[in-house]
């Protein structure tokens, strides 16, 4: 596989960095001044060392060699430097062959860079300060191959290496890095302090990180079990924020000692910092001892901000400090392995989240979340394999997506469940302590879960880890005591090619038998179960535990509607997932009648969060796809109304001081869905608390969580005053929070001109670049802006490249997500004109991605129009034509 690669060549190996960066500009050109020291492992004689740079410009470079038989060490400088512009190479060539017989070799380089203005790399943050000022902050972004725009380095992931960091920072800021400071001391020049920090352990250069800035903190310190020894755990804001960090940082600390025990390997580095860094491109990195997050994904008001943000902010902590383990002292090989990272955390971040709070039901919500997002991206022709080549690592950011996070997580979820938690957790542990500081793969993960567990791991999860997609299993009843299974893999698009479903997975069921519920798993193509309890329905995947569909007949999924309000909520959340992402690809029988009905029946359930979380996903698509039929429109915003109407009425809009957490997260949902539908009580409650805020211009006046509700809701029916309000509440709003529920309700407007009006400010500087992006994403999932929004992408094109700064972290899903939600061939035809003849490297797969899933949603559109009418006839929310 490795052949594969365009790797750098492995003639030298990097050992150590020693990195001075000075003369920060702190305002333009944003400029700095680098010099790098890499002590070098000579593997084959070599003139030459080439290793990566991007965007910087190389001013001199020499390598000094120290033979034992010299009395000296002997400085070689080069005059041959040569930069790779378009695969981000820097070669250096020396007069002296370089020889592995030399043990004492360093590479120096000089430098300059600029701290830039796209998340990208070393980078910087414009805020505003208490004081009112436009003021930054600066930090990096080096995953996954970025750290080659703040210095030159052997960018990657198995080339680890210590790491010596010393910066000069204006003496009124703050520096911090990876490990403690060391030492702090006045420069030479006037108000600048040089610090430095203790020596990293082995790591890879997309770990290492450093941020800049006029931080503040707050602090707690644990005692680890084992050595005794404390470590402080510091939560850093810019100034006037850090007491909104404490929540974060106690949930910091309690996952840390989670994982302590769960791995049986405590926290390795001495100290452990969170910060804030006012833009970015993701929710988080996990960066080694310095983990930096979005605002909104840290920080929390325990007085203004909105509660149902707390499981957000408990989960995105715990994935990221689930890295400290794996991925940061145990890391992949190569970016092919990126699901070992990152589905790994995701499910431990989920695992620490159900630990912490075994009220929240987490595991339901990540069924009816992260199971469903996996389901909707894997079911494409487009997608990939968990394990994917990759070629070049400039190409990664198109795999930091549902597959290698979410359905990665599920699939791990899937081998837990089947090994048993205890011996599962054991052979992860031990695949970190033998692989501890270095690069492994997944087969050594499977040897470890297999001696741990004394099962067969290899054989069960090769199909889900190296092939794409997943299956679909069909169900029918052969007698009353038997069914037959068949397994094929799933496809929105509709039935497979034959050379596309050639697949067997180990698919994990529970079949109902009179002597209890067996586990069978499915390896062949199809089979027939005996010993059936005929009395019993067909939910073979219990609990949605497994990674797959079910298909039923007809008589069997009427008996599934019947008992739905007795089923679990995991079963609940399995069926309708299940309908709704089969009658998007028209398989069989299955339509959007099945779906409605579903929802129907789960009225007679007791209200869950989950529940009707991922129903009013399943009502929003169908609104999405059939919008362009204002009678449908109007009739699906019925029904609307009455599965969430009197959820809404009995919840009302007054939160008790009782009230958990999931009875808030409920409210507020059921307010938005019932409200945005139209349910007349609803809105007039919404429009008096928005009254209230205008009059006032006190967000106080609305609780914290319903200000989503309120302020959507007002978008919607007084779309013009509502805009201006809110614009003018994000402009003067420090609260990270605040501004991401800003940005979610102007998405709700209706008119192409003020969607234009919206778009304009935002692109012109009214908003941050990560907000403008959100901004972009959440107007193209509203029928009523999206077609504002493409034409507005087409004239500001240029504008937008240079606003959100080009890189393929932040257009790869930019361009997936506005794109996707189109409904006809036109539109398809359209997009791929506009993209045709123009530099898509980065978002290739994305533009990919969203052509598919145009061309999916037109054929559902153009085969269920009539069965929605339909069904909306049969029920009453449509007058016969």
């Given at each position: 596989m490795?052949?594969?690669?365009?790797?750098?060549?492995?003639d030298?190996?990097p050992?150590?960095?020693?990195l001075?960066l000075s003369d920060?500009?702190?305002?333009?050109?944003w400029t700095y001044s680098?010099?790098?020291?890499?002590?070098?492992?000579?593997r084959?004689?070599t003139?030459?060392i080439?290793?990566?740079s991007?965007?910087l410009k190389?001013?001199?470079?020499?390598v000094?060699v120290?033979?034992?038989s010299?009395p000296?060490?002997?400085v070689h400088?080069?005059?041959d430097?040569?930069l790779?512009?378009?695969?981000?190479?820097?070669?250096?060539?020396?007069g002296v062959?370089l020889?592995p017989s030399?043990?004492?070799?360093?590479l120096?380089?000089?430098?300059?860079?600029c701290?830039?203005?796209?998340?990208?790399?070393?980078?910087?943050?414009?805020y505003?300060a208490?004081?009112?000022?436009a003021?930054?902050?600066?930090?990096?972004?080096?995953?996954?191959?970025?750290?080659?725009?703040a210095?030159?380095?052997?960018?990657?992931p198995a080339?680890?290496?210590?790491?010596d960091?010393?910066?000069?920072?204006?003496s009124?800021?703050?520096?911090?890095?990876?490990?403690?400071?060391?030492?702090?001391?006045p420069?030479d020049i006037d108000?600048?302090?040089?610090?430095t920090?203790?020596?990293?352990?082995r790591?890879?250069?997309?770990l290492?990180s450093?941020?800049?800035?006029?931080?503040?903190?707050?602090?707690?310190?644990?005692t680890?079990k084992?050595?005794?020894?404390?470590?402080?755990i510091?939560?850093y804001?810019t100034?006037?924020?850090?007491q909104?960090?404490?929540r974060?940082l106690?949930?910091?600390?309690?996952?840390v000692e989670y994982f302590s025990?769960?791995?049986?390997?405590?926290?390795?580095?001495?100290k452990?910092?969170?910060?804030?860094v006012?833009e970015?491109?993701?929710?988080?990195?996990?960066?080694?001892?310095?983990?930096t997050?979005?605002?909104?994904?840290l920080?929390?008001n325990?007085?203004?901000?909105?509660?149902?943000?707390?499981?957000?902010?408990t989960y995105i902590?715990?994935h990221?400090?689930a890295?400290?383990?794996f991925g940061?002292?145990?890391?992949?090989?190569?970016?092919d392995?990126?699901?070992?990272?990152e589905g790994?955390?995701t499910?431990?971040?989920?695992s620490?989240?159900?630990?912490?709070?075994?009220d929240?039901?987490?595991w339901a919500?990540?069924?009816?979340?992260?199971?469903?997002t996996?389901?909707?991206?894997?079911?494409?022709?487009?997608s990939?394999?968990i394990?994917v080549?990759?070629?070049?690592g400039?190409?990664?950011?198109?795999?930091f997506d549902?597959i290698s996070?979410?359905?990665?997580?599920?699939?791990?979820r899937?081998?837990?469940?089947?090994?048993?938690l205890?011996?599962?957790?054991?052979?992860?542990s031990?695949?970190?302590?033998?692989?501890?500081?270095?690069n492994?793969t997944?087969?050594?993960?499977?040897?470890?879960?297999?001696?741990a567990?004394?099962?067969?791991v290899v054989?069960?999860?090769?199909s889900w880890i190296?092939?794409?997609?997943f299956?679909?299993?069909?169900?029918?009843r052969?007698t009353?005591?038997q069914?037959h299974?068949?397994?094929?893999r799933?496809l929105?698009a509709g039935?497979?090619?034959?050379?596309?479903?050639?697949?067997?997975?180990?698919v994990?069921?529970?079949v109902?038998?009179?002597?209890?519920?067996r586990?069978v798993?499915?390896?062949?193509?199809?089979t027939?179960i005996?010993?059936?309890?005929?009395?019993?329905?067909?939910?073979?995947n219990?609990?949605?535990i497994?990674?797959?569909?079910?298909q039923v007949?007809a008589?069997?999924?009427?008996?599934?509607?019947?008992n739905?309000?007795?089923s679990?909520?995991?079963?609940?959340?399995?069926l309708l997932t299940?309908?709704?992402?089969?009658?998007?690809?028209?398989?069989?029988?299955?339509?959007?009648?099945?779906v409605?009905s579903v929802?129907?029946s789960?009225?007679?359930a007791?209200?869950?969060?989950p529940v009707?979380?991922i129903?009013?996903?399943?009502?929003?698509?169908?609104?999405?796809?059939f919008s362009?039929?204002?009678d449908i429109?109007?009739?699906?915003d019925d029904?609307?109304?009455?599965?969430f109407g009197?959820?809404a009425?009995?919840?009302?809009?007054t939160v008790?001081a009782t009230?958990?957490h999931?009875t808030?997260?409920?409210?507020?949902l059921?307010?938005?869905?019932?409200?945005?539908?139209?349910?007349e009580e609803t809105v007039e409650e919404?429009?008096?608390?928005w009254?209230e805020f205008?009059?006032?211009k006190?967000?106080?006046?609305?609780h914290p969580?319903?200000?989503?509700?309120?302020?959507?809701?007002?978008?919607l029916y007084?779309?013009l005053?509502?805009?201006?309000?809110?614009?003018?509440?994000?402009t003067?709003?420090?609260?990270?929070?605040t501004?991401?529920?800003?940005v979610?309700?102007?998405s709700v407007?209706q008119?192409p001109e003020?969607?234009?009006?919206?778009?304009?400010?935002?692109?012109?500087?009214?908003?941050t670049?990560?907000?403008t992006?959100?901004?972009?994403?959440?107007l193209?999932?509203?029928?009523?802006?999206?077609e504002?929004v493409?034409v507005?992408m087409?004239?500001h094109?240029?504008?937008?490249?240079e606003?959100?700064?080009?890189?393929?972290a932040?257009m790869?899903p930019?361009?997936?997500s506005?794109?996707q939600t189109?409904?006809?061939?036109?539109?398809?035809?359209?997009?791929e004109?506009?993209?045709?003849g123009?530099?898509t490297?980065?978002?290739?797969?994305?533009?990919?991605?969203?052509l598919?899933r145009i061309g999916?949603?037109?054929?559902?559109?153009?085969?269920?129009?009539e069965?929605?009418?339909?069904w909306l006839e049969?029920n009453?929310?449509?007058?016969?034509?």
């Amino acid at each position: 596989m490795s052949g594969m690669r365009d790797l750098l060549p492995d003639d030298v190996k990097p050992e150590h960095y020693s990195l001075t960066l000075s003369d920060l500009r702190i305002e333009a050109p944003w400029t700095y001044s680098g010099h790098v020291e890499i002590v070098l492992q000579v593997r084959r004689a070599t003139h030459t060392i080439i290793l990566n740079s991007h965007e910087l410009k190389i001013h001199r470079a020499q390598v000094t060699v120290q033979n034992s038989s010299d009395p000296g060490p002997l400085v070689h400088s080069s005059s041959d430097i040569s930069l790779d512009v378009e695969h981000q190479r820097c070669s250096i060539r020396f007069g002296v062959e370089l020889q592995p017989s030399v043990r004492n070799v360093t590479l120096a380089i000089w430098f300059e860079g600029c701290a830039n203005e796209y998340m990208a790399g070393f980078y910087r943050s414009q805020y505003t300060a208490p004081s009112g000022v436009a003021t930054h902050m600066f930090s990096t972004q080096f995953e996954p191959s970025e750290a080659r725009r703040a210095f030159p380095c052997f960018d990657e992931p198995a080339s680890k290496a210590t790491f010596d960091l010393q910066l000069e920072v204006p003496s009124n800021m703050t520096a911090l890095s990876n490990m403690p400071v060391k030492t702090s001391r006045p420069s030479d020049i006037d108000e600048r302090t040089i610090v430095t920090f203790e020596r990293s352990p082995r790591m890879s250069t997309y770990l290492l990180s450093w941020a800049v800035g006029l931080f503040e903190f707050v602090e707690q310190s644990l005692t680890r079990k084992r050595s005794l020894e404390p470590l402080p755990i510091r939560v850093y804001t810019t100034q006037g924020l850090s007491q909104h960090g404490r929540r974060g940082l106690q949930v910091a600390c309690d996952v840390v000692e989670y994982f302590s025990e769960m791995f049986d390997i405590e926290y390795p580095l001495p100290k452990l910092d969170l910060i804030a860094v006012h833009e970015m491109s993701d929710d988080a990195m996990e960066n080694w001892g310095l983990v930096t997050f979005r605002p909104t994904a840290l920080l929390y008001n325990e007085t203004t901000s909105d509660p149902s943000y707390v499981s957000y902010i408990t989960y995105i902590i715990a994935h990221e400090l689930a890295h400290q383990w794996f991925g940061n002292i145990t890391t992949m090989e190569w970016w092919d392995e990126l699901w070992l990272n990152e589905g790994f955390a995701t499910w431990a971040g989920w695992s620490a989240c159900d630990h912490l709070h075994p009220d929240w039901k987490v595991w339901a919500t990540f069924a009816a979340d992260d199971m469903r997002t996996a389901f909707d991206l894997d079911g494409l022709r487009s997608s990939h394999p968990i394990r994917v080549p990759i070629p070049d690592g400039r190409e990664v950011d198109s795999i930091f997506d549902s597959i290698s996070y979410l359905k990665s997580a599920s699939v791990i979820r899937m081998l837990a469940a089947r090994l048993g938690l205890p011996a599962f957790l054991k052979g992860v542990s031990e695949y970190l302590k033998t692989n501890a500081y270095g690069n492994a793969t997944a087969v050594a993960l499977w040897e470890a879960l297999e001696k741990a567990s004394g099962q067969k791991v290899v054989s069960v999860m090769t199909s889900w880890i190296e092939d794409v997609g997943f299956p679909v299993v069909t169900v029918s009843r052969t007698t009353d005591n038997q069914i037959h299974v068949r397994q094929e893999r799933f496809l929105l698009a509709g039935e497979p090619k034959p050379d596309e479903s050639t697949t067997l997975w180990n698919v994990p069921m529970q079949v109902p038998t009179r002597e209890g519920i067996r586990q069978v798993d499915l390896t062949d193509r199809d089979t027939v179960i005996e010993d059936v309890n005929s009395d019993s329905s067909y939910r073979l995947n219990a609990g949605q535990i497994g990674f797959y569909l079910t298909q039923v007949p007809a008589e069997e999924f009427e008996r599934l509607c019947d008992n739905i309000s007795t089923s679990s909520i995991e079963d609940q959340i399995g069926l309708l997932t299940d309908v709704a992402t089969l009658a998007m690809s028209g398989r069989g029988s299955n339509t959007t009648a099945e779906v409605l009905s579903v929802i129907s029946s789960s009225m007679t359930a007791k209200p869950s969060y989950p529940v009707l979380d991922i129903t009013w996903f399943c009502l929003d698509r169908v609104q999405s796809i059939f919008s362009d039929d204002e009678d449908i429109s109007d009739a699906l915003d019925d029904f609307t109304q009455d599965i969430f109407g009197q959820a809404a009425l009995d919840l009302g809009w007054t939160v008790q001081a009782t009230d958990d957490h999931v009875t808030i997260k409920l409210r507020a949902l059921v307010l938005s869905a019932a409200g945005l539908a139209g349910h007349e009580e609803t809105v007039e409650e919404a429009l008096k608390l928005w009254d209230e805020f205008r009059k006032t211009k006190d967000t106080s006046v609305i609780h914290p969580s319903l200000r989503g509700s309120v302020f959507s809701i007002a978008m919607l029916y007084r779309e013009l005053e509502a805009f201006d309000s809110l614009r003018e509440a994000y402009t003067n709003s420090n609260a990270p929070d605040t501004r991401e529920i800003i940005v979610e309700a102007m998405s709700v407007v209706q008119t192409p001109e003020l969607t234009h009006k919206c778009l304009t400010w935002a692109l012109q500087g009214g908003m941050t670049s990560s907000d403008t992006s959100d901004l972009m994403t959440e107007l193209a999932k509203n029928p009523a802006a999206r077609e504002t929004v493409w034409v507005f992408m087409r004239e500001h094109w240029t504008s937008i490249l240079e606003r959100l700064g080009g890189s393929s972290a932040v257009m790869e899903p930019l361009i997936r997500s506005t794109l996707q939600t189109f409904t006809t061939r036109e539109r398809r035809e359209e997009v791929e004109a506009f993209f045709t003849g123009k530099d898509t490297t980065g978002y290739t797969r994305g533009l990919a991605i969203a052509l598919e899933r145009i061309g999916i949603n037109a054929a559902y559109r153009e085969r269920d129009g009539e069965v929605v009418r339909d069904w909306l006839e049969e029920n009453d929310y449509l007058d016969d034509e």
